[in-house]
Nanobody, 117 residues
Framework: QVQLVESGGGLVQAGGSLRLSCVAS????????MGWYRQAPGKQRELVAA???????NYADSVKGRFTISRDNVKNTAYLQMNSLKPEDTAVYYC???????????WGQGTQVTVSS
């Protein structure tokens, strides 16, 4: 079992930056995919960014060029650096992890990001 704990959310003005962190309860060398999703009230949960164990990344078009996902296998942590934040980025952000081989998926509890106009 893998537990994921997100942190770093908060309230920022448009144009500001935040860095989200996702700490896993065990090493993430066996985690093939780590990603960040977000869900705004009344909206579907959507993929924001994902990264494989090999370092390949994928971003939603809405955040490309503004957000950067990374992972540190030594620290068992994934990060989401968010720059040039817009009010449309306001949502609860969830970390997820996909386990290599078993295809099990784990989710964090989420962290609120609010961007004011």
């Amino acid at each position: 079992q893998v537990q994921l704990v997100e942190s770093g959310g908060g309230l920022v003005q448009a144009g500001g930056s935040l860095r989200l962190s996702c700490v896993a309860s065990r090493n993430i060398f066996g985690i093939e995919n780590m990603g960040w999703y977000r869900q705004a009230p009344g909206k579907q949960r959507e993929l924001v960014a994902a990264i494989t164990s090999g370092g390949r990344t994928n971003y939603a078009d809405s955040v490309k060029g503004r957000f950067t996902i990374s992972r540190d296998n030594v620290k068992n942590t994934a990060y989401l650096q968010m720059n040039s934040l817009k009010p449309e980025d306001t949502a609860v952000y969830y970390c997820n992890a996909g386990e290599r081989g078993t295809m099990k998926v784990y989710w964090g509890q989420g962290t609120q990001v609010t961007v004011s106009s």
